[in-house]
């Protein structure tokens, strides 16, 4: 895949593709650019057809530490209708819905501060590794906003559920890796140093999968998931957090 990303570190070794995210010194926050540049990878990997697997990581000390908090005010200041954050909130939907639904095989590897929207992005992935060091947080009630990122909720209702959500949606707690492995978060739990070995556990035996196999047993899965869901909400994302934010810039200015 070749091409310059402003906010991306992409390289490929034979069938797997690593994405990490490259915004060190944001700690990796989402932001437009960021969702730009994951849906150009993204929206060419089913014509890639030699790449099986897509590692997602993130450079410096943090996998990803959330939304782009700077973003948000300059776009309400830019567009006080909400119209720009709308379009920001389903450019999130729609990486989300990539990450999920493309027929690579989708691994994130976490290490560090792992955040809000940096959260959403790992759960979307079909397999999560992270360090033991990790730690996690779905900060967004503290932040007087709701958890509308994406798609998130539904899909943490899906993998975690419901009881557990709600204890950390609500308290806004940090928690660990191990925690996050017992909520099913993630899937492994190994020391940073070992992190890129428990990765390569999985994609070799990956890459030798019959990709007709691969391909239906994603769309299985996907397809008997959505099932258990009559209607999805999250499609409302973006004009729940555009409106949550528009009423508290409106509120500190009265």
């Given at each position: 895949?070749?091409?310059?990303f402003?906010t ?44 099986r ?12 530490l959330g ?13 006080p ?7 920001l ?44 060091t ?11 906003v ?8 539904p899909?943490l ?9 709600r ?15 017992e ?14 070995a ?19 047993a ?5 397809a ?8 999805d ?8 957090l ?13």
């Amino acid at each position: 895949m070749t091409h310059d990303f402003k906010t991306l570190l992409v390289s490929q070794d034979g069938p797997v593709l690593t994405v990490r995210l490259n915004v060190p010194e944001t700690g990796n926050a989402v932001s437009g650019a960021v969702l730009d540049d994951l849906l150009t990878v993204l929206g060419a990997l089913d014509d890639e057809t030699g790449i099986r697997v897509l590692v997602l990581s993130g450079a410096g000390d943090d996998f990803c530490l959330g939304g782009d908090r700077a973003e948000f005010p300059a776009l309400l200041a830019e567009d006080p209708r909400g119209l720009a954050l709308r379009a920001l909130g389903n450019k999130a939907r729609r990486v989300c819905d990539a990450l999920a639904t493309t027929e690579v095989v989708t691994i994130a590897r976490l290490h560090g501060g792992v955040v809000g929207a940096g959260v959403g992005l790992a759960l979307f992935c079909d397999l999560r590794a992270g360090a033991d060091t990790c730690r996690f947080r779905l900060p967004e009630l503290g932040l007087g906003v709701p958890p509308a990122w994406g798609g998130i909720m539904p899909r943490l209702l899906h993998e975690v559920g419901a009881a557990k959500v709600r204890e950390l949606v609500l308290t806004a707690d940090n928690f660990d890796a191990e925690t996050a492995r017992e909520l099913s978060i993630l899937h492994k739990v190994v020391p940073e140093d070992e992190l890129d070995a428990a990765i390569a556990r999985w994609t070799k035996p990956l890459v030798r999968r019959s990709p007709s196999a691969l391909r239906t047993a994603k769309l299985m899965m996907n397809a008997y998931g959505s099932a258990n869901r009559l209607a999805d909400a999250s499609l409302f994302d973006a004009e729940l957090l555009s409106s949550a934010l528009s009423a508290a810039r409106y509120a500190r200015r009265g």
